[in-house]
């Protein structure tokens, strides 16, 4: 199913920018839609951002919008989250995800599967 | 965006006991309905996807059903293994939604 492993948490100062890195390995990166999602214990999961499997299509949370950039690399199948304007309540574990899918009968059926193991961010002054 | 929302938020059962969570959305998502366990420490994972498909290597105590706006998961005979929360995700629009969990608790 392969494997997701993320990099880049840390505490950092409210305002001040962060960069996470995801590397996979395990299943054909180039192929695979890729998300962010994020977990509080007061918000429970929040989906951040997807890039499509050649980044021609992304999308952000309203949350996030202007201030977070996703991107990716197919030649080193690395997924990365820049962060800047960081605020408190970006505090969270983010977690890379792969969007698996199958389609049979015309239907595309869509999961998150590998998840990684996490990276902690801490906004705080 | 799609409201994803789940009862109970916590539950407590005995081995051995029929367990079932619902999930209700705010509008249709037909069968993108996926439900993840996660374990303290751990990220989720995935149990079933489709509503009711098993992601491979999933007990078969584990089922799914519903779709549009109605959706359960069910365990059939809880094991001490499956104490843990339970999300349920939609997969039909961005932005992805889930639902705030459920605790399932030993009794």
């Known amino acids: 199913q392969g494997q997701l492993v993320e990099s880049g948490g840390g505490v950092v100062q409210p305002g001040r920018s962060l960069r996470l890195s995801c590397a996979a390995s395990?299943?054909?990166?180039?192929?695979?839609?890729m998300h962010w999602v994020r977990q509080t214990p007061g918000r429970g999961l929040e989906w951040v951002a997807v890039i499509w499997y050649d980044g021609t299509e992304i999308y952000y949370a309203d949350s996030v919008r202007g201030r977070f950039t996703i991107s990716r690399d197919n030649s080193n199948n690395t997924l990365y989250l820049q962060m800047n304007s960081l605020r408190g309540d970006d505090t969270a574990l983010y977690y890379c995800v792969r969007e698996d899918r199958h389609t049979a009968a015309g239907k595309t059926l869509r999961w998150f599967d590998p998840w990684g193991q996490g990276t902690l961010v801490t906004v705080s002054s | 965006d799609v409201q994803m929302t789940q009862s109970p938020s916590s539950l407590s059962a005995y081995v051995g006991d029929r367990v079932t969570i619902t999930c209700r959305a705010s509008q249709s998502v037909t069968i993108n309905l996926n439900w993840y366990q996660q374990k303290p420490g751990a990220a989720p994972k995935v149990l079933i996807y489709?509503?009711?498909t098993l992601q491979s290597g999933v007990p078969s105590r584990f089922s799914g059903s519903g779709s549009g706006t109605d959706f359960t998961l069910t365990i059939s005979s809880l094991q001490p293994e499956d104490f843990a929360v339970y999300y349920c995700?939609?997969?039909?629009?961005?932005?992805?939604?889930f639902g705030q969990g459920t605790k399932v608790e030993i009794k």
């Open positions: 395990g299943f054909t990166f180039s192929s695979s839609g």
């Open positions: 995700q939609q997969s039909h629009f961005t932005p992805r939604t």
């Open positions: 489709g509503a009711s």
